[in-house]
């Protein structure tokens, strides 16, 4: 798969197996993963199932956290909390402007809870969010905690 800048296209191929599909063929592949709009970028496992999509297009600095989310997303839900805090952290340790922070620090609480049952942990991710991230939606979703 072809993407313009380098970081993009290294990230993908050390993390992903990367299939473009025409929206003008593979109509199965189309329906089976609800693909109305063009970049549909989905996160799957090797099973084909899906844990994570976004739509559009988007600079390098938004494009990776987003894959980086993707990946803490799937292994979250396949509860493996140790890969998931570890890229959930990653996402705002090294992006923390872009726009899927906010909503990387909700589930790094959430993972690290599930960790551990700490409910501290999953209070102190929260905190954070409404420390750096006021303004987002995040934020309003655990303003009811405190």
């Known amino acids: 798969m072809t993407y313009p800048n380098a970081a993009v296209t290294d990230y993908i191929n050390r993390n992903f197996i990367p299939l473009h599909v025409s929206t003008q063929s593979n109509s199965d592949l189309l329906n089976k993963y609800r693909i109305f709009w063009t970049p549909t970028i989905l996160v799957l ?46 996402v705002v340790d090294k992006y923390p402007k872009s726009g899927i922070a906010p909503e990387a620090q ?39 905690a405190f």
């Open 106 to 144: 909700y589930w790094l609480g959430v993972s690290e809870y599930k960790a551990t049952h700490n409910v501290d942990a999953l209070l102190n991710a929260w905190r954070k969010i409404m420390k750096d991230y006021p303004n987002s939606i995040w934020a309003d979703k655990v303003s009811f």
């Open 45 to 90: 496992d090797s099973d084909g199932t899906e844990y994570y999509r976004f739509h559009g297009f988007l600079p390098s600095d938004e494009f990776i956290p987003q894959l980086e989310f993707g990946l803490g997303k799937m292994v979250l839900e396949k509860h493996d909390y140790k890969t998931s805090s570890t890229k959930l952290k990653s």
